[in-house]
């Protein structure tokens, strides 16, 4: 039996082919020091691998070396094992791998549709436009989650549209001293141990010897760095967030970053859960009647939906789609924002979020979307740097998961090929789906002036830039056409112009 290396995120049993399969982890500083990283990530890194190989004791090797290609080597020539892993999750590992005389690789792991099985369902469509609604149909059936005798359970596919829900009244605060949020349990705490504090100590001494660049602020971990941390998150989840999930999974508190959401990304991307396992979990709780449909097909639509069409587009479109740039977006990210500087900004729900990344690596998605993408988005920001720092800065940031979502979803910079649409909006939006704005400096309503929302100024701005893109955008057009009612244009032109890259 080959021995299986073992990357970072791969560490779950559903990596190994059988139980007691001799193991490669490597620990890598030169992965370490590519890029800034935010401190909850590297320390969940370096934790959970550590872990997995002392679960596994005598079963694993972990070799400590600059890069992962000395580990290799080292460990072939000691031990002579035939070695093995599976498909790594990234271009650039990918090269490695294939560059390694005598590694077999073999196909991914982790996700719930295959490569393989996302070239068929391309094949199927015959050249049909992508939507992610019709691959998420075809994986339901495949995997038969939430299927009732080949039709969907409840005879809909889809509760999206049930799951668009802002706070309600009793969720919002009344001021900074009396936050309320959704009231839900948190989710388990996690323990640091002997472990834990090794990693802390030597993040700080490869940092004192600028081997690496750490961002962001320490602290306990909070999220799974071993299998049973995870699945004793996922149990608690599915029993104590999921059954509220739905309505309000688009909804942003400034008390409440957590609200119903699972906070399992980081383990998903770890490899200690598999998705179709969490998928299986929810649709359990609905049949048993713990959970509504509405919230249990919101969660696993993200599972083997979203989070699978990602990964597959990311193949799919190419090493080269990360350098699209289709609205010529190239103004540098600014020192406040790449150095999660929240205190110089005033715009509370811009405000909040940096502050959420600073003090925990995450924030959900609404939050990456619609505060820190959109944004990013209206003042014209590079795209590809916007990508590193979203890579850098959340602890369940991938590459496979940034190109996509900020290249494609995000930014509008592959000009469509993964949404129709660029996801932006006004000051409007956030005031509807969140409780930032009413303890604000800005005021959503306003353009211009003083108290002039940056979002607010920012997607108009945007518009007039790019007018001549999206006159003729059916989802855009109605917007666009929006221009010609504001009496006070020019001055929202200047106004933008002259704020620049400063803080809001």
């Not at 979203?306 to 479109?317: A, E, T």
């Not at 993964?418 to 005031?431: E, R, T």
Request: aromatic share 8%; hydrophobic share 40%.
């Amino acid at each position: 039996m080959s021995r299986r290396w073992l990357f970072a995120d791969q560490l779950g049993p559903h990596f190994l082919d059988e139980p007691g399969q001799p193991v490669l982890l490597v620990e890598s500083r030169a992965a370490f020091a590519r890029r800034p990283l935010h401190r909850r990530k590297a320390h969940l890194l370096l934790s959970a691998l550590r872990h997995r190989a002392a679960e596994l004791g005598d079963q694993a090797l972990l070799v400590r070396t600059r890069t992962y290609r000395d580990a290799v080597d080292q460990v072939t020539a000691r031990t002579g094992d035939e070695l093995s892993a599976c498909a790594p999750t990234s271009w650039a590992a990918r090269r490695l791998t294939g560059n390694l005389p005598g590694l077999i690789v073999r196909p991914a792991r982790g996700f719930g549709t295959g490569e393989e099985e996302f070239a068929a369902w391309m094949d199927r469509r015959s050249g049909h436009t992508l939507l992610m609604e019709d691959f998420y149909r075809d994986a339901r059936r495949r995997l038969g989650i939430l299927m009732d005798g080949g039709q969907p359970t409840g005879d809909r596919w889809n509760f999206d549209t049930d799951n668009r829900e802002p706070p309600t009244p009793d969720m919002k605060g009344h001021g900074q001293d009396q936050r309320q949020g959704m009231s839900l349990p948190a989710p388990p705490a996690v323990h640091e141990d002997d472990i834990d504090l090794q990693v802390r100590r030597d993040l700080d001494e490869w940092q004192r010897a600028g081997d690496i660049r750490l961002i962001g602020g320490d602290g306990p971990r909070e999220f799974p760095a071993t299998r049973a941390e995870a699945r004793a998150a996922l149990e608690a989840f599915v029993r104590d967030r999921l059954p509220h999930f739905g309505p309000q999974q688009d909804a942003m508190l400034a008390g409440d970053p957590v609200m119903a959401h699972s906070l399992l990304s980081t383990s998903l991307n770890l490899g200690l859960l598999d998705p179709v396992e969490c998928a299986h979990a929810a649709e359990d709780a609905y049949r048993a009647g713990k959970v509504p449909l509405a919230s249990a097909e919101g969660f696993i639509r993200q599972l083997i939906g979203w989070r699978d069409y990602v990964w597959n587009l990311y193949w799919h479109f190419g090493e080269d789609y990360r350098h699209r740039n289709a609205l010529d977006a190239g103004a540098r990210l600014p020192a406040w924002f790449a150095e999660l500087d929240a205190e110089a900004v005033r715009a509370r729900c811009l405000s909040t979020a940096l502050d959420q990344v600073r003090e925990h690596g995450y924030a959900h998605h609404i939050i990456r979307l619609m505060v820190l993408g959109n944004y990013a988005i209206q003042r014209g920001w590079d795209p590809q740097e916007l990508t590193g720092w979203f890579h850098a800065s959340f602890a369940d940031g991938y590459d496979w998961v940034m190109v996509p979502n900020v290249i494609g979803m995000s930014q509008h910079a592959d000009g469509g090929l993964m949404a129709s649409k660029p996801y932006l909006s006004g000051g409007a939006y956030i005031n509807r789906m969140s409780d930032y704005c009413g303890d604000c400096h800005y005021r959503p309503s306003d353009r211009v002036g003083p108290r002039a929302c940056p979002f607010t100024a920012g997607y108009w701005a945007f518009l007039d830039r790019h007018s001549s893109r999206f006159a003729h955008n059916p989802r855009m057009a109605r917007q666009v056409k929006g221009l010609a009612r504001l009496a006070d244009l020019a001055e929202v032109r200047d106004q933008e112009r002259d704020r620049g890259q400063d803080p809001p």
